[in-house]
């Protein structure tokens, strides 16, 4: 009767925190169907409204929403793509390489994680500017494609493989770039799945380098054209709720399509053996 009564508060309670953790999410969908004086409404509209497909017309209007989702899809696709192969290369060569100065090496790209973005900012924008690439998706991919985090995740990732297994590669005849790619690197998918998720919200979420970076219109990306619906006098707020509910849905497809790796790798650190 003891673990039934402590296993219904649990139940209870993770119920309790999963409606607390949605009702965002669902406001925000009831707030993308409704106008926005509507909103300010008393009481607060809990159900849809019927105001969805204008919403859509108006945000596609102002924005060009479709083609500003298809601009922030492919940046961070791209980036996403080459920041975790620089980072899964790094990490195993800083892993698996004896070399003199790898300690010194490793602090110094964690030393880059204590150092400001703002502090980047002014000297990466000069660069970019004596190359011609403002403007330009390059100036918005480039510059950030060694994360440091990203380079010591897949690093402690390859520490955990056997040195044998990769000389018996060696022996056999395969290539360091074979063996990293048919003998490493496939042990440590749940690692990479991490790195892909994370990896990707940042660069989808990224507002200050784009900012700075794109001065036209049609090559924003979805913070920026978001944050064109914040007017000196009025906010759009259901135009932005509806923006903001649409943005999220390529989050989600990541992590619904990595999660299986991605929950791997978190179970695999609690199991012994």
């Known amino acids: 009767m003891r673990r039934t009564v402590g296993l ?9 925190g999963a409606v607390v953790s949605l009702l965002p999410f669902w406001w925000m969908a009831i707030a993308s169907t409704h106008t926005t004086s509507e909103l300010f409404a008393t009481p607060l509209p809990w159900l849809p409204g019927a ?54 090496l490793l602090g110094l790209v964690l030393l880059t994680m204590m150092i400001p973005m703002q502090v980047l900012l002014v000297p990466l924008f000069q660069m970019m500017s004596s190359v011609g690439w403002i403007d330009s998706y390059q100036a918005v991919i480039l510059p950030f494609l060694a994360n440091a985090f990203g380079i010591f995740l897949m690093r402690q990732a390859f520490l955990d493989f056997p040195d044998s297994l990769v000389e018996a590669a060696r022996i056999d005849g395969a290539g360091e770039l074979r063996t990293f790619y048919r003998v490493v ?89």
Not at 74 to 92: I, N, P, Q
Not at 188 to 216: D, E, G, K, R
């Open 8 to 16: 219904t508060v649990l139940y209870v309670a993770l119920g309790l």
């Open 51 to 104: 105001e969805l497909l204008a919403n859509l017309a108006r945000l596609q209007q102002s924005t060009g929403f479709a083609r500003v989702m298809l601009n922030s899809l492919g940046v961070a696709v791209v980036y996403t793509a080459f920041s975790t192969l620089v980072s899964a290369m790094a990490g195993y060569g800083l892993a698996k390489f004896r070399f003199r100065g790898r300690g010194l």
């Open 185 to 273: 690197l496939p042990v440590a998918l749940p690692q990479l799945a991490a790195l892909v998720i994370y990896t990707f919200m940042s660069q989808w979420n990224a507002f200050i380098w784009p900012l700075l970076m794109l001065n036209t219109e049609s090559n924003y990306t979805v913070p920026l054209a978001l944050n064109r619906m914040i007017g000196l006098t009025r906010v759009d707020y259901s135009g932005l709720m509806l923006g903001s509910l649409l943005a999220t849905i390529p989050l989600l497809l990541v992590f619904l399509f990595f999660q299986k790796q991605f929950i791997a790798g978190l179970l695999g650190g609690a199991v012994k053996g």
